[in-house]
């Protein structure tokens, strides 16, 4: 299935889920606010001619989504007749992985949910899938290495989405951010990531690695893939670590050296 017609087909599933989540209406949690499942559209624009039919490399192998809020890709997926994991961490969760669960239940589901951290030991479902689905969560993690390399040894192909920064600090910000940031550095072109404070980004400790474009192709070699396809998204131009206008992010779809 091309990707332009996976898109066309996710969004219609989207508005069949959001009806079923209204229905369910519950009380004691709120609903992962933001539509994952968009995610196929800026897919249409990452991929090149030779990759649009990706699902068409898995056959009848294993999918997982990684960080997967409650459950949308996962549980379009299986619909499309695909068998799928989750793995997900409840702390770091926007409902404790309970909108998940109770999708999972209601669609009576047989996607399998691993509650992991990962940053405590990479642990997956299964010992291999054909792809995974890894999208915003690496700037999340305290250890980017060991998760991309443990998932390079786990998955043949994966999407990989995350915040990355063309300088340190937003224009006009120098010195705000104390002493480090006192001027503006061009980090595109150097293979680096740059480390949040703990308010620094929407004020959301869980924010800790924010890759250069040079720095993500780096480490993403490094663990052990190769990048098939590699686009950026937003602030292309200007991005920074800190503020919502210079929000950049880079998706990339990449093969494991490991298989």
């Not at 109770?102 to 691993?114: A, D, F, G, P, R």
Request: with cysteine; charged share 20%; aromatic share 12%.
């Amino acid at each position: 299935m091309d990707i332009a017609q996976l898109d066309t087909a996710s969004q219609r599933y989207r508005r069949q889920l959001g009806k079923i989540k209204q229905g369910l209406a519950p009380t004691e949690f709120i609903w992962y606010p933001y539509g994952t499942l968009n995610n196929f559209h800026i897919l249409g624009h990452l991929l090149s001619e030779q990759n649009r039919d990706f699902l068409g490399k898995v056959g009848d192998g294993l999918i997982v989504d990684i960080g997967a809020a409650d459950g949308d890709l996962a549980f379009f997926l299986e619909s499309l007749g695909y068998r799928v994991h989750v793995a997900d961490f409840p702390p770091t969760n926007c409902n404790g992985c309970r909108g998940i669960r109770l999708l999972k239940q209601t669609l009576k589901s047989n996607v399998e949910i691993l509650e992991t951290d990962l940053d405590a030991g990479f642990t997956l479902p299964a010992e291999r899938y054909e792809l995974a689905f890894f999208l915003g969560i690496l700037y999340h993690l305290k250890n980017p290495y060991l998760a991309l390399e443990s998932l390079a040894k786990s998955a043949r192909y994966a999407f990989i989405s995350t915040r990355v920064t063309r300088f340190n600090v937003a224009k006009g910000a120098e010195g705000n951010a104390g002493v480090l940031n006192q001027s503006r550095i061009d980090l595109h072109n150097a293979p680096v990531a740059y480390l949040v404070a703990p308010n620094e980004t929407n004020n959301d400790a869980t924010n800790f690695w924010m890759f250069s474009e040079a720095g993500l192709r780096r480490i993403l070699d490094r663990c052990g893939w190769d990048i098939v396809d590699f686009k950026t998204f937003g602030n292309t131009t200007d991005s920074d670590p800190a503020t919502a206008q210079g929000d950049e992010r880079a998706f990339c779809y990449v093969r494991s050296r490991y298989f």
